[in-house]
């Protein structure tokens, strides 16, 4: 029996709280771990307990820690924690007794269990606190406490029957001067507020089910850093060690090369590795990794029109010798300073852009001077980065003003340019180019006649420093459509339109591309395959020809054409074709006649487009719950199919609880050239306890092969063998056969 005794630790903890979401079921039954083994450290494990009593905050309004012996991993206990108020701190705690002394938890893996209910049933848990205390926390020293967000990435969560079973290695509490070799306490809260300030997180009278809870050995290995080329100043860290799994907080500093800027870590010298992000990767192994630097201005000074940098003595236009005068923002809404040194190149000036102003976007940029011709420069080019304190910024935004064409008297905006387009700024010097042809996609924005070029960044102090801006003559873009070499597997007896490859999914082309083509230039065997020239479907054209026996491999070539309006380029698409004794159906199932009004269809393009038909939602046809199966959707003689490959089971997610109370049975089409044992299951809410489910399978009957098969399952069958099965809240269902074989599924409803 695990050890529970009424007692109350106090902490006070500086935390973050995190929004989780969750989804997903496992795909087969679970036997959980009761032993209590693997845990060199229990806190509430049936097997190991160190001197630890369980307790709540006697601050918060939770109700009475209570146990549970029907919910617990192992049918023995389990705690649960109520909460009473909407928002109020609370939660359990687990306090080291006085005469127990210290636990030395470092260099370990925390490890702990909550039901799956717990977290996402209604009323749902939308963030959760763990917090680990030496013993000088519980002085009120808030700093050795840490909130962590357990569904962050860089932690371990698996599904263990109907629990959550999470991993985190201590050495995640360790930067936030805990100190690990003096654990006291262990806590688990409810926060009173999110990271936006709402004062909202946990519905009144909701519980938390733990169960599990305790420390585990946990290896560590070494991080190796390497200077990769500096040529001044010194790590300040070549190594660190690390717990299996966690992650490095920071990486070291101190070195410089010159005519470079560091621009981060990768596992390779050269960078042809994998980005090391510190505070996001696992480290699993020994690892070196490399420090790495890039030219800090690489383009020739040649045909460049500056805004700002070190223009002075090259052969270069600038703005402010051509009347254009630069504004610090509209109502002083940005301040604007130079900094003396720590540019882009390493040791230059550069210009520190501060968002003063408490509105959506402050502003800044040049103006006030006669109109400006921007004809023959192609880009806009600059180098940015930010603080890594205080309020950097994300983004900078891009506005340009220019003489309207269509009207002599007026002025328009160019597009407004976002950039960076998808990620945010980094704190190493990087450099952005921007095509001008973003600006100059309104038909009436004057290149030749620019009034105003502004830029703008998030206000409330967000700050960026840039270095080295300026227009430049690029070099255009050259057009170019490239494509992988296809090799595909088709079984023998494929019908005419079976869809072999689609070509445009694999077709990468260069900015400017307007229209793509695809044709087939030459083929083993005149007429087998055809392509659609929009679509880039490569599909079977004459049947006959996808015969083991005939021909057991062809062969094409497929030409696709890109083109800009003024330029076209083409590429060759190798494709072989193994046909594969295999049968495949080569028409489609028997369309279904039961009357639309009597159908709740699942899939089956009989009653896709019949109003009269209801339809299930389905939000993921290929969930991961970690079968082997392939799933792909084709298309037979127009008539979509589900076609599972390499198939053991599979599962199919519905969009919340559907009800099929009202029907008696549920109908599948099957072909299959090897399968002989298909098991469909449904999986259902328990009509006693909303916050569990129950599953169970029917076994089709005996499959045909090489032929399609209609199957009628009594649902009456589900609830004689799970009499607590709620059909009115039927969620998912799972098919299981015997392993490796392939499965045609068509017109699959309840009826």
Same mark, same amino acid.
């Not at 069958?717 to 009115?728: C, I, K, N, P, R």
């Given at each position: 029996?695990?050890?529970?005794?009424?007692?109350?630790?106090?902490?006070?903890?500086?935390?973050?709280?995190?929004?989780?979401?969750?989804?997903?079921?496992?795909?087969?039954?679970?036997?959980?771990?009761?032993?209590?083994?693997?845990?060199?450290?229990?806190?509430?494990?049936?097997?190991?307990?160190?001197?630890?009593?369980?307790?709540?905050?006697?601050?918060?309004?939770?109700?009475?820690?209570?146990?549970?012996?029907?919910?617990?991993?192992?049918?023995?206990?389990?705690?649960?924690?109520?909460?009473?108020?909407?928002?109020?701190?609370?939660?359990?705690?687990?306090?080291?007794?006085?005469?127990?002394?210290?636990?030395?938890?470092?260099?370990?893996?925390?490890?702990?269990?909550?039901?799956?209910?717990?977290?996402?049933?209604?009323?749902?848990?939308?963030?959760?606190?763990?917090?680990?205390?030496?013993?000088?926390?519980?002085?009120?020293?808030?700093?050795?406490?840490?909130?962590?967000?357990?569904?962050?990435?860089?932690?371990?969560?698996?599904?263990?029957?109907?629990?959550?079973?999470?991993?985190?290695?201590?050495?995640?509490?360790?930067?936030?001067?805990?100190?690990?070799?003096?654990?006291?306490?262990?806590?688990?809260?409810?926060?009173?507020?999110?990271?936006?300030?709402?004062?909202?997180?946990?519905?009144?009278?909701?519980?938390?089910?733990?169960?599990?809870?305790?420390?585990?050995?946990?290896?560590?290995?070494?991080?190796?850093?390497?200077?990769?080329?500096?040529?001044?100043?010194?790590?300040?860290?070549?190594?660190?060690?690390?717990?299996?799994?966690?992650?490095?907080?920071?990486?070291?500093?101190?070195?410089?090369?010159?005519?470079?800027?560091?621009?981060?870590?990768?596992?390779?010298?050269?960078?042809?590795?994998?980005?090391?992000?510190?505070?996001?990767?696992?480290?699993?192994?020994?690892?070196?990794?490399?420090?790495?630097?890039?030219?800090?201005?690489?383009?020739?000074?040649?045909?460049?029109?500056?805004?700002?940098?070190?223009?002075?003595?090259?052969?270069?236009?600038?703005?402010?010798?051509?009347?254009? #005068?630069?504004?610090?923002?509209?109502?002083?809404?940005?301040?604007?300073?130079?900094?003396?040194?720590?540019?882009?190149?390493?040791?230059?000036?550069?210009?520190?852009?501060?968002?003063?102003?408490?509105?959506?976007?402050?502003?800044?940029?040049?103006?006030?001077?006669?109109?400006?011709?921007?004809?023959?420069?192609?880009?806009?080019?600059?180098?940015?980065?930010?603080?890594?304190?205080?309020?950097?910024?994300?983004?900078?935004?891009?506005?340009?003003?220019?003489?309207?064409?269509?009207?002599?008297?007026?002025?328009?905006?160019?597009?407004?340019?976002?950039?960076?387009?998808?990620?945010?700024?980094?704190?190493?010097?990087?450099?952005?180019?921007?095509?001008?042809?973003?600006?100059?996609?309104?038909?009436?924005?004057?290149?030749?006649?620019?009034?105003?070029?502004?830029?703008?960044?998030?206000?409330?102090?967000?700050?960026?420093?840039?270095?080295?801006?300026?227009?430049?003559?690029?070099?255009?873009?050259?057009?170019?459509?490239?494509?992988?070499?296809?090799?595909?597997?088709?079984?023998?007896?494929?019908?005419?339109?079976?869809?072999?490859?689609?070509?445009?999914?694999?077709?990468?082309?260069?900015?400017?591309?307007?229209?793509?083509?695809?044709?087939?230039?030459?083929?083993?065997?005149?007429?087998?395959?055809?392509?659609?020239?929009?679509?880039?479907?490569? #599909?079977?054209?004459?049947?006959?020809?996808?015969?083991?026996?005939?021909?057991?491999?062809?062969?094409?070539?497929?030409?696709?054409?890109?083109?800009?309006?003024?330029?076209?380029?083409?590429?060759?698409?190798?494709?072989?074709?193994?046909?594969?004794?295999?049968?495949?159906?080569?028409?489609?199932?028997?369309?279904?006649?039961?009357?639309?009004?009597?159908?709740?269809?699942?899939?089956?393009?009989?009653?896709?487009?019949?109003?009269?038909?209801?339809?299930?939602?389905?939000?993921?046809?290929?969930?991961?719950?970690?079968?082997?199966?392939?799933?792909?959707?084709?298309?037979?003689?127009?008539?979509?199919?589900?076609?599972?490959?390499?198939?053991?089971?599979?599962?199919?997610?519905?969009?919340?609880?559907?009800?099929?109370?009202?029907?008696?049975?549920?109908?599948?089409?099957?072909?299959?050239?090897?399968?002989?044992?298909?098991?469909?299951?449904?999986?259902?809410?328990?009509?006693?306890?909303?916050?569990?489910?129950?599953?169970?399978?029917?076994?089709?009957?005996?499959?045909?092969?090489?032929?399609?098969?209609?199957?009628?399952?009594?649902?009456?069958?589900?609830?004689?063998?799970?009499?607590?099965?709620?059909?009115?809240?039927?969620?998912?269902?799972?098919?299981?056969?015997?392993?490796?074989?392939?499965?045609?599924?068509?017109?699959?409803?309840?009826?």
């Amino acid at each position: 029996m695990k050890r529970f005794q009424s007692g109350y630790g106090i902490i006070i903890a500086v935390f973050i709280s995190f929004g989780l979401l969750l989804t997903g079921c496992p795909p087969v039954d679970t036997t959980p771990d009761t032993s209590g083994s693997g845990f060199a450290i229990g806190v509430y494990v049936d097997a190991v307990v160190e001197g630890f009593e369980g307790g709540q905050d006697s601050a918060n309004t939770a109700t009475a820690i209570t146990t549970d012996y029907a919910h617990s991993v192992d049918s023995q206990t389990a705690v649960s924690v109520t909460f009473n108020d909407i928002g109020t701190y609370g939660g359990i705690y687990f306090q080291r007794t006085t005469a127990a002394g210290v636990v030395d938890v470092s260099g370990k893996l925390l490890k702990f269990s909550i039901l799956k209910s717990s977290i996402d049933d209604a009323p749902a848990l939308t963030a959760l606190e763990v917090k680990m205390e030496d013993s000088k926390g519980g002085g009120g020293a808030a700093t050795h406490n840490y909130g962590i967000d357990l569904f962050d990435a860089k932690f371990t969560k698996t599904e263990n029957g109907n629990w959550y079973d999470f991993s985190i290695p201590v050495s995640e509490f360790v930067f936030n001067e805990f100190d690990p070799t003096d654990l006291q306490g262990l806590g688990f809260w409810n926060p009173k507020k999110d990271e936006n300030g709402t004062n909202v997180i946990r519905a009144s009278g909701a519980a938390i089910i733990f169960d599990n809870i305790g420390f585990s050995d946990l290896a560590t290995y070494t991080v190796t850093y390497d200077a990769n080329g500096s040529d001044g100043g010194t790590l300040s860290k070549t190594t660190e060690t690390v717990s299996s799994g966690a992650t490095v907080h920071t990486g070291p500093t101190g070195i410089t090369k010159t005519g470079y800027t560091f621009s981060g870590w990768n596992t390779a010298a050269d960078g042809s590795g994998t980005e090391f992000i510190f505070g996001t990767t696992k480290v699993t192994a020994n690892i070196t990794i490399y420090a790495q630097w890039t030219a800090a201005v690489a383009d020739t000074v040649a045909s460049r029109y500056y805004f700002l940098g070190d223009a002075t003595g090259v052969d270069t236009l600038e703005i402010a010798s051509s009347g254009m #005068t630069h504004y610090e923002g509209y109502d002083n809404t940005i301040t604007f300073t130079e900094e003396a040194s720590g540019g882009a190149d390493g040791t230059s000036n550069f210009y520190k852009l501060v968002g003063s102003a408490a509105q959506t976007w402050a502003a800044g940029g040049w103006g006030n001077g006669p109109r400006i011709d921007f004809t023959g420069y192609d880009e806009l080019v600059f180098w940015a980065k930010v603080p890594a304190t205080g309020n950097p910024a994300t983004k900078i935004k891009f506005v340009l003003q220019s003489e309207n064409r269509s009207d002599s008297t007026g002025l328009i905006g160019a597009p407004i340019i976002t950039v960076p387009a998808s990620t945010d700024f980094t704190t190493t010097w990087t450099k952005y180019v921007v095509l001008f042809t973003d600006f100059t996609a309104e038909p009436n924005f004057m290149q030749e006649a620019i009034n105003e070029f502004k830029y703008e960044l998030l206000a409330n102090n967000h700050e960026l420093h840039i270095d080295e801006m300026y227009l430049r003559a690029g070099t255009p873009i050259a057009l170019a459509v490239s494509a992988p070499a296809v090799t595909k597997n088709v079984g023998t007896g494929a019908a005419a339109g079976f869809e072999i490859e689609n070509l445009l999914k694999l077709t990468t082309v260069s900015a400017g591309a307007t229209t793509l083509e695809y044709s087939i230039t030459a083929q083993s065997v005149a007429g087998a395959m055809s392509v659609d020239q929009n679509t880039g479907i490569l #599909t079977v054209a004459d049947a006959t020809q996808f015969v083991y026996a005939t021909n057991t491999q062809l062969t094409a070539t497929v030409r696709v054409s890109a083109s800009d309006g003024t330029k076209t380029v083409t590429h060759d698409i190798a494709v072989t074709v193994n046909i594969q004794d295999i049968a495949a159906p080569t028409a489609a199932a028997t369309a279904p006649t039961t009357a639309a009004a009597d159908v709740i269809s699942v899939y089956s393009d009989t009653y896709k487009d019949v109003a009269a038909a209801p339809k299930i939602t389905v939000s993921n046809w290929n969930p991961s719950w970690g079968q082997a199966t392939v799933y792909s959707e084709i298309d037979i003689s127009g008539n979509k199919v589900i076609k599972l490959a390499n198939f053991d089971y599979q599962g199919v997610e519905f969009d919340g609880n559907q009800d099929v109370s009202g029907k008696t049975k549920l109908h599948i089409d099957l072909w299959s050239p090897d399968e002989t044992a298909f098991t469909v299951f449904l999986v259902a809410k328990k009509v006693s306890n909303d916050a569990e489910q129950l599953e169970h399978g029917i076994p089709v009957g005996t499959i045909s092969l090489n032929q399609w098969n209609s199957f009628d399952i009594t649902l009456s069958g589900y609830t004689t063998a799970q009499s607590d099965m709620d059909l009115s809240k039927v969620f998912q269902l799972k098919f299981t056969g015997s392993g490796g074989k392939i499965v045609y599924i068509d017109n699959l409803y309840f009826y």
